[in-house]
């Protein structure tokens, strides 16, 4: 059973406009939030996080939302750009845990 | 820093054969894990590692498989013997614990292994 769940597998945006991508997640321990960002033939790199203790994080072009009550976090672009092309992966973490668990990712395509 | 660093890059092996997989954290790191990337389930993590000790193994998926941490800059992932179904890539990733809980993790580039 997914704990974390990115439903949709791809998303196609034009650049300059927002990219949103949604991550849905069912364990109620988790209390701290992360997206990574994957290009091809590479590893996961870090982008943004977010604490339970929060709503919103931002970093630069790069939001997260977090509404805890409907267990569901959100990740901004604005505006999205060609380089921003990848997968982003959510990930989640609980009190207490090292231990990461990601969803599947979304496959970001940003239009020139 | 170098980074994670993880060999082989790629490896083409046939069932059967036995397989190992490398990594070296970064330097410094006292947390290191082995995760594993496939269409169907994504990035799953098989086990982790603090000062060389396996914290948890829950997500190995069989006896097959098996993990080792010698020492503080090298780790090993083997399965033994392989199947078609273990293709996939393998990452390996390592992050600084200490007091806080919440440093980045920093992945290596993976492995990618493909069993035939």
């Known amino acids: 059973d997914q704990q974390v769940k990115q439903n949709s597998p791809s998303l196609s945006v034009q650049e300059g406009r927002i990219s949103i991508l949604n991550c849905d997640y069912t364990?109620?321990?988790?209390?701290?939030f992360l997206w990574y960002k994957k290009y091809p033939a590479e590893g996961p790199t870090f982008l943004i996080s977010?604490?339970?203790?929060?709503d919103k994080n931002e970093d630069g072009r790069f939001t997260v939302f977090l509404n805890k009550s409907a267990k569901h976090l959100s990740l901004h672009i604005v505006p999205s750009q060609p380089g921003d092309s990848a997968v982003y992966f959510c990930?989640?973490?609980?009190?207490?845990?090292?231990?990461?668990?990601f969803g599947k990712g979304t496959k970001l395509s940003v239009i020139p | 820093d170098a980074g994670v660093i993880q060999s082989p890059r790629h490896e083409v092996t046939e069932m059967g054969q036995e397989v190992t997989l490398r990594c070296k954290p970064i330097?410094?790191?006292?947390?290191l894990f082995w995760y594993r990337q496939t269409m169907m389930r994504g990035l799953e993590l098989l086990i982790y590692?603090?000062?060389?000790?396996?914290?948890?193994d829950s997500g190995m998926p069989e006896d097959r498989f098996s993990a080792k941490m010698p020492n503080a800059s090298f780790s090993t992932l083997k399965i033994q013997p392989s199947e078609p179904r273990d293709s996939a890539v393998y990452f390996c990733?390592?992050?600084?614990?200490?007091?806080?809980?919440?440093?980045?993790?920093?992945f290596g580039e993976g492995s990618w292994l493909t069993v035939v």
């Open positions: 977010i604490s339970s203790i929060k």
């Open positions: 590692f603090n000062n060389n000790v396996p914290i948890d």
């Open positions: 364990n109620s321990m988790f209390d701290y």
């Open positions: 330097s410094g790191h006292d947390y």
């Open positions: 990733a390592s992050k600084q614990g200490a007091a806080n809980r919440r440093n980045t993790i920093y």
């Open positions: 990930a989640a973490r609980g009190a207490g845990s090292y231990q990461l668990t």
